[in-house]
């Protein structure tokens, strides 16, 4: 009754799969990448193992950036269909990478399309221009004075999430009045405009490089002469499409800084070092940088004398900020905070070599450490499998707006010839880290020998219960429903015996669940007490969803009188914003929201315990109305795969640090990362879960009318009145009833799942065939129900060719 092994064979599951999809697969877009410092780690076993991870939120193409000290190397492609993605990007980085050279820097991408088509062109990395050169003006280390360099000049960027709008006025503009939000295709004929070349490829994230190519301008003239004409002509008010002089003025512009800084000496040179290291004082600093913008300004008035004095001087003193101060972290967020969408972005350049920038805007991003590398990803469990999960030293989870500039610790700063060297190691120090340079919003550190993890906010992976243990067992070759399969008996038990265990995080959750739905702990004189319009809401999407209606059934059978609402998250989200209003015109009805009627679906929201089901945690529907439900005053719960999860640290408020207490307020199955497309191994992990759920839910239930609810037609069970407050919360079984269903429920686990899925016969000198035989008949007969109207479509199409051929009817007569 409570405990369904719907999805019980592997023939059945495959042909079911469509439904009971991923959650984890909707995001799409995946990011991952490693920066090498030693030669201990091999870069394509780490990269295989995280993109095999990576996968599930898209494989149709994938491509890489990688960065050494002298070179840097693009490669992308489209997987064909049956081809392990994870198998494709590690042969490709060893037919391609194949220097022992360190640092290294890998910026990886997997993608499934959304906004363009799944060809080579418009899949990540992305770059404007991938043929440009430029030429850049650096301090020499031996003679300290300025050298100019003709080099290759690329800006690449790696995007999961949606680009939909750019706040050109705000970025360029200067004040926060000045608001001029602009869609993706004006962006795009502003920015061929700007960069002289048409966007390369379709989508939103090709926009978003144009973007960084313009605003990353550190060490060269040309390209901050770009950035400076652009700002004055946003700031003026101009069309830049009537600005035929532009390319002349820049090449002008730049030509004069160039020969400014080749003329000073070395000890004006250093003085301008050490200021962008932060030493000098920002009244120094202005002074200096303001001769430089009256020199340039000065060997300006003959070339540009159309555009008269105060436009002159604006565009030098743009174009000077730009050269000293727009580097790649600066240019980044400058970026995000214009930008409209959601962003798990990793940016790269061909002028600051092994140097990545990692931010997280609304998108999953984490950075871990370890003896000689750094690595990031969108999802956390690629941090802990293979030979990287087992060198984890620990982990930093990006929180929304995050920008973190990751570099080796002896990388040169653009104009710099100072280099910043790490410390040796001590025991739990960040110094294990071997010679990496992270830095965020606050003052420039670099990871030294005196250094702690809490400096950077990084949690400690070993001996953490709270975080997801090293994976070893996620290879994608051979039978991987079949491997899942033969994991789930001894899975299912493990959880049935966590809510055995007073101890255990389920069991812990399992009564703070309880207390909550039933108000067990709130004293009778709190203003909390307050009766709520809804008891239970369980939100989920597709798999979850579904689980979730079964079980929500099982507890109004248990406990009738609870108001129990099961929602799909997307219902949720559109209920609880203004997308409900827009959708249905202000006229929102009982059907649409699915929430009582005769209120607000946030008043509704209001003081009900929410169930958010989904198995990776991070499925952005319920992710989403997890907050949104958190907002209206819901006390949420959720149930996940894993304790390590986003809606973990993002809704729950679970922090991942070591000895950090347990939130109370999520159940896992511990069924961790579940790569075969049938849901097999999740989906009876989430039935036997609430199942036991279940019976803690019914072991607590009060056995007195409680004031839970306030919904029309309630009565006073006392006799009195109808006061539309008291409801008679208690369960419909009986200690003894309890007992049996856990014995049955017991049975199920421990014994038929073995059954199903082993294939024992319960008596071995029958001949009758086993129950995974069975189902597996079952299973075999209704594929080829589902699959006779094609064949017999073959068929027909094979005959018809055939005869028509021949010029005759093969058969005449039967």
Same mark, same amino acid.
């Given at each position: 009754?409570?405990?369904?092994?719907?999805?019980?064979?592997?023939?059945?599951?495959?042909?079911?799969?469509?439904?009971?999809?991923?959650?984890?697969?909707?995001?799409?877009?995946?990011?991952?990448?490693?920066?090498?410092?030693?030669?201990?780690?091999?870069?394509?076993?780490?990269?295989?193992?995280?993109?095999?991870?990576?996968?599930?939120?898209?494989?149709?193409?994938?491509?890489?950036?990688?960065?050494?000290?002298?070179?840097?190397?693009?490669?992308?492609?489209?997987?064909?269909?049956?081809?392990?993605?994870?198998?494709?990007?590690?042969?490709?980085?060893?037919?391609?990478?194949?220097?022992?050279?360190?640092?290294?820097?890998?910026?990886?991408?997997?993608?499934?399309?959304?906004?363009?088509?799944?060809?080579?062109?418009?899949?990540?990395?992305?770059?404007?221009?991938?043929?440009?050169?430029?030429?850049?003006?650096?301090?020499?280390?031996?003679?300290? =004075?300025?050298?100019?360099?003709?080099?290759?000049?690329?800006?690449?960027?790696?995007?999961?999430?949606?680009?939909?709008?750019?706040?050109?006025?705000?970025?360029?503009?200067?004040?926060?009045?000045?608001?001029?939000?602009?869609?993706?295709?004006?962006?795009?004929?502003?920015?061929?405009?700007?960069?002289?070349?048409?966007?390369?490829?379709?989508?939103?994230? =090709?926009?978003?490089?144009?973007?960084?190519?313009?605003?990353?301008?550190?060490?060269?003239?040309?390209?901050?002469?770009?950035?400076?004409?652009a700002t004055l002509e946003v700031r003026d008010g101009q069309d830049v499409t009537t600005k035929t002089k532009r390319v002349a003025t820049v090449r002008s512009v730049g030509a004069a800084i160039q020969r400014v800084l080749l003329r000073l000496s070395?000890?004006?040179?250093?003085?301008?070092?050490?200021?962008?290291?932060?030493?000098?004082?920002?009244?120094?600093?202005?002074?200096?940088?303001?001769?430089?913008?009256?020199?340039?300004?000065?060997?300006?008035?003959?070339?540009?004398?159309?555009?008269?004095?105060?436009?002159?001087?604006?565009?030098?003193?743009?174009?000077?900020?730009?050269?000293?101060?727009?580097?790649?972290?600066?240019?980044?967020?400058?970026?995000?905070?214009?930008?409209?969408?959601?962003?798990?972005?990793?940016?790269?350049?061909?002028?600051?070599?092994?140097?990545?920038?990692?931010?997280?805007?609304?998108?999953?991003?984490?950075?871990?450490?370890?003896?000689?590398?750094?690595?990031?990803?969108?999802?956390?469990?690629?941090?802990?499998?293979?030979?990287?999960?087992?060198?984890?030293?620990?982990?930093?989870?990006?929180?929304?707006?995050?920008?973190?500039?990751?570099?080796?610790?002896?990388?040169?700063?653009?104009?710099?010839?100072?280099?910043?060297?790490?410390?040796?190691?001590?025991?739990?120090?960040?110094?294990?880290?071997?010679?990496?340079?992270?830095?965020?919003?606050?003052?420039?550190?670099?990871?030294?020998?005196?250094?702690?993890?809490?400096?950077?906010?990084?949690?400690?992976?070993?001996?953490?219960?709270?975080?997801?243990?090293?994976?070893?067992?996620?290879?994608?070759?051979?039978?991987?429903?079949?491997?899942?399969?033969?994991?789930?008996?001894?899975?299912?038990?493990?959880?049935?015996?966590?809510?055995?265990?007073?101890?255990?995080?389920?069991?812990?959750?399992?009564?703070?669940?309880?207390?909550?739905?039933?108000?067990?702990?709130?004293?009778?004189?709190?203003?909390?007490?307050?009766?709520?319009?809804?008891?239970?809401? =369980?939100?989920?999407?597709?798999?979850?969803?579904?689980?979730?209606?079964?079980?929500?059934?099982?507890?109004?059978?248990?406990?009738?009188?609870?108001?129990?609402?099961?929602?799909?998250?997307?219902?949720?989200?559109?209920?609880?914003?203004?997308?409900?209003?827009?959708?249905?015109?202000?006229?929102?009805?009982?059907?649409?929201?699915?929430?009582?009627?005769?209120?607000?679906?946030?008043?509704?929201?209001?003081?009900?315990?929410?169930?958010?089901?989904?198995?990776?945690?991070?499925?952005?529907?319920?992710?989403?109305?997890?907050?949104?439900?958190?907002?209206?005053?819901?006390?949420?719960?959720?149930?996940?795969?894993?304790?390590?999860?986003?809606?973990?640290?993002?809704?729950?408020?679970?922090?991942?640090?070591?000895?950090?207490?347990?939130?109370?307020?999520?159940?896992?199955?511990?069924?961790?990362?579940?790569?075969?497309?049938?849901?097999?191994?999740?989906?009876?992990?989430?039935?036997?879960?609430?199942?036991?759920?279940?019976?803690?839910?019914?072991?607590?239930?009060?056995?007195?009318?409680?004031?839970?609810?306030?919904?029309?037609?309630?009565?006073?069970?006392?006799?009195?009145?109808?006061?539309?407050?008291? =409801?008679?919360?208690?369960?419909?079984?009986?200690?003894?009833?309890?007992?049996?269903?856990?014995?049955?429920?017991?049975?199920?686990?421990?014994?038929?799942?073995?059954?199903?899925?082993?294939?024992?016969?319960?008596?071995?000198?029958?001949?009758?065939?086993?129950?995974?035989?069975?189902?597996?008949?079952?299973?075999?007969?209704?594929?080829?129900?589902?699959?006779?109207?094609?064949?017999?479509?073959?068929?027909?199409?094979?005959?018809?060719?055939?005869?028509?051929?021949?010029?005759?009817?093969?058969?005449?007569?039967?």
């Amino acid at each position: 009754f409570f405990f369904r092994l719907d999805t019980r064979v592997r023939s059945v599951l495959s042909l079911t799969s469509t439904r009971a999809r991923k959650e984890g697969r909707r995001s799409m877009c995946g990011n991952l990448g490693l920066l090498l410092l030693t030669g201990e780690l091999s870069a394509s076993e780490a990269l295989e193992a995280m993109a095999r991870v990576t996968s599930m939120r898209g494989a149709q193409s994938f491509g890489f950036a990688a960065s050494t000290p002298k070179r840097l190397r693009l490669y992308k492609a489209v997987v064909p269909k049956r081809v392990d993605v994870a198998v494709a990007l590690k042969r490709a980085f060893q037919s391609r990478i194949r220097s022992s050279k360190r640092p290294l820097a890998v910026a990886c991408h997997l993608r499934f399309a959304t906004s363009s088509t799944t060809t080579r062109r418009d899949a990540h990395p992305h770059v404007w221009d991938a043929k440009k050169t430029s030429t850049v003006v650096t301090i020499h280390p031996q003679s300290l =004075i300025f050298k100019a360099h003709q080099v290759s000049r690329a800006t690449v960027v790696t995007h999961n999430g949606d680009f939909e709008a750019f706040d050109l006025g705000r970025c360029f503009g200067g004040n926060n009045k000045d608001k001029k939000v602009v869609s993706l295709e004006r962006l795009r004929t502003w920015l061929h405009a700007h960069l002289g070349s048409p966007a390369p490829s379709k989508g939103d994230s =090709i926009v978003a490089a144009g973007l960084l190519e313009l605003l990353f301008t550190m060490g060269d003239p040309d390209a901050s002469a770009r950035l400076a004409v652009a700002t004055l002509e946003v700031r003026d008010g101009q069309d830049v499409t009537t600005k035929t002089k532009r390319v002349a003025t820049v090449r002008s512009v730049g030509a004069a800084i160039q020969r400014v800084l080749l003329r000073l000496s070395s000890s004006i040179c250093c003085d301008l070092s050490v200021t962008l290291n932060g030493d000098l004082s920002s009244e120094t600093r202005s002074r200096r940088m303001n001769r430089l913008s009256e020199a340039v300004a000065e060997e300006l008035q003959s070339s540009l004398v159309d555009h008269g004095e105060a436009w002159v001087a604006a565009v030098a003193k743009e174009t000077v900020r730009n050269f000293f101060e727009a580097d790649l972290r600066g240019a980044t967020r400058r970026f995000l905070r214009h930008a409209r969408g959601s962003f798990g972005l990793v940016v790269a350049s061909s002028l600051a070599p092994g140097i990545l920038v990692v931010a997280s805007v609304k998108q999953p991003m984490q950075v871990g450490l370890g003896p000689g590398f750094v690595a990031y990803a969108s999802e956390r469990a690629a941090l802990h499998v293979g030979p990287l999960g087992e060198k984890l030293t620990a982990r930093r989870l990006l929180k929304d707006g995050d920008v973190l500039w990751i570099a080796p610790a002896s990388a040169q700063r653009t104009l710099s010839q100072e280099t910043h060297q790490c410390g040796g190691g001590g025991a739990g120090g960040a110094a294990d880290i071997a010679g990496a340079s992270i830095h965020d919003d606050r003052p420039f550190r670099v990871l030294s020998q005196s250094s702690t993890l809490e400096d950077f906010d990084f949690d400690a992976v070993e001996g953490n219960p709270l975080m997801m243990p090293r994976l070893t067992n996620l290879g994608g070759k051979g039978d991987v429903v079949g491997r899942e399969l033969a994991e789930t008996p001894a899975l299912l038990q493990k959880i049935r015996d966590s809510f055995r265990d007073p101890s255990s995080f389920n069991a812990k959750t399992a009564e703070a669940f309880a207390d909550a739905l039933f108000l067990l702990h709130t004293p009778s004189s709190s203003s909390q007490t307050t009766p709520r319009l809804l008891d239970l809401l =369980i939100v989920g999407v597709e798999a979850s969803l579904w689980v979730g209606e079964q079980w929500a059934a099982n507890v109004r059978s248990v406990i009738p009188k609870l108001r129990v609402r099961v929602l799909s998250a997307n219902k949720v989200l559109a209920s609880l914003t203004a997308v409900a209003f827009d959708a249905t015109c202000g006229a929102q009805t009982q059907g649409f929201t699915a929430f009582p009627s005769g209120t607000t679906p946030a008043d509704a929201a209001k003081g009900a315990v929410a169930l958010v089901v989904s198995h990776s945690g991070q499925t952005f529907p319920s992710l989403n109305a997890a907050r949104a439900l958190r907002r209206a005053g819901s006390r949420v719960f959720a149930v996940a795969g894993s304790q390590d999860t986003v809606i973990a640290s993002d809704v729950l408020d679970q922090s991942f640090a070591p000895k950090a207490p347990h939130s109370t307020r999520l159940f896992s199955t511990e069924a961790g990362i579940c790569l075969a497309e049938a849901a097999s191994k999740s989906t009876a992990a989430l039935h036997v879960l609430l199942t036991e759920l279940l019976f803690a839910v019914a072991a607590k239930a009060p056995k007195t009318p409680s004031s839970l609810s306030l919904w029309p037609g309630a009565q006073n069970h006392g006799g009195g009145e109808d006061t539309g407050q008291k =409801i008679l919360a208690k369960s419909t079984l009986l200690p003894n009833d309890l007992a049996d269903l856990r014995s049955l429920h017991d049975a199920s686990v421990d014994v038929n799942v073995g059954l199903i899925i082993q294939g024992k016969k319960t008596n071995k000198s029958s001949s009758s065939s086993s129950p995974r035989d069975e189902a597996v008949a079952q299973g075999r007969r209704w594929g080829n129900h589902v699959a006779e109207p094609f064949l017999c479509f073959l068929a027909a199409t094979a005959y018809v060719l055939a005869t028509v051929t021949a010029g005759t009817p093969l058969v005449r007569k039967l």
